[in-house]
């Protein structure tokens, strides 16, 4: 998708930088030299078209109670299709791929517990065609949270301690309203306030203590990837036995969206998840290469993303009493 270098600039602030005002719009305006209107118009466009799939806070599941996993699946490809369709109907799983290996399907969980954990993964060992279940729950995160321009994908590093919180029911409510999609309009804010019987001061004074505090990620747009242009994207795991020092350097790669420490094993011995993001195979060949260079004595495997298969994100404090009789 061709964007003009006016949106390229407004998507560079509404990422990452998205300010927490009773006037959000006009503070981004005044960035980059827009009116309110042209800013709010913009994003509405660049929503209907797809460029921008989500608008809002990205929550650190971790510092609001939740656990989360990856999971990796050797399966019959005759029965992928059953599976998936599963899939789709299951909260907690946001994110799911098909892969070029023999572990083929690959997806992410996330919960309220492990034992809810626990029970999708059991249920995914029942199906037809599944020879094997890995659960790869991250032991270090050294880098988190793609943000895409129309030139290349920068991201923020971020450690892996979670913060000791009790989130109060209006915590709990103000998150379920946020994460029914943030309103596009003048005062969005106040439209939230209205929802939800807080106080508009409060409400924004709560949002950036969150984002202050690691409760929320960033706020802002998510972008659809490959609408962006960055068609070509792949998972690289790599075994060294220096994996923090590895870890280290390539979460400082633009192209390098995330970057993992993992548990391994005798079926799966990388230890070391990268995801990347190229504007072309032979970008990614190339990206490839530079970082089998910054770790000559590591083993690497590439796992190409054949296919998308779900991409959601998580809505939190939802569950159901009964979760376990579903």
Not at 179 to 196: C, M, W
Not at 224 to 245: P, T, Y
């Amino acid at each position: 998708m061709n964007l003009s270098a006016r949106n390229q600039k407004l998507l560079a602030v509404i990422q990452s930088d998205f300010p927490i005002t009773t006037r959000p719009f006009v503070s981004v305006g005044n960035s980059i030299d827009w009116t309110e209107d042209e800013v709010i118009e913009s994003i509405d466009s660049l929503k209907k078209n797809g460029l921008i799939r989500e608008f809002g806070p990205v929550f650190d599941a971790g510092n609001i109670g939740y656990v989360s996993t990856l999971i990796a699946v050797k399966i019959d490809t005759n029965h992928i299709e059953e599976l998936v369709q599963v899939m789709l109907d299951i909260r907690e799983i946001t994110h799911c791929y098909l892969r070029n290996h023999e572990f083929n399907l690959w997806f992410t969980i996330t919960a309220l517990n492990k034992t809810i954990i626990n029970i999708i993964i059991d249920r995914v060992k029942l199906f037809s065609g599944v020879s094997v279940v890995l659960n790869l729950p991250a032991m270090k995160v050294y880098k988190i949270n793609a943000v895409f321009d129309a030139e290349h994908a920068k991201c923020r590093n971020i450690g892996k301690s979670y913060i000791d919180i009790n989130l109060s029911d209006s915590d709990k409510d103000l998150i379920r309203e946020l994460q029914k999609g943030f309103p596009i309009v003048k005062n969005p804010f106040e439209l939230i306030a209205n929802r939800t019987k807080l106080h508009e001061s409060a409400i924004i004074d709560t949002i950036s203590d969150w984002i202050e505090t690691g409760i929320i990620r960033r706020f802002g747009a998510r972008l659809n990837h490959k609408n962006a242009g960055f068609s070509s994207n792949c998972m690289a795991v790599w075994k060294d036995e220096h994996i923090d020092m590895l870890g280290i350097t390539f979460s400082k790669m633009r192209q390098v969206s995330h970057c993992y420490r993992r548990i391994s094993c005798d079926d799966w011995p990388y230890g070391l998840y990268t995801m990347l993001h190229a504007k072309s195979d032979n970008e990614l060949i190339e990206l490839l290469h530079s970082m089998k260079t910054a770790a000559p004595n590591a083993e690497m495997l590439a796992l190409k993303t054949e296919k998308e298969l779900k991409k959601t994100s998580m809505i939190y404090f939802m569950e159901d009493e009964t979760w376990d009789s579903r």
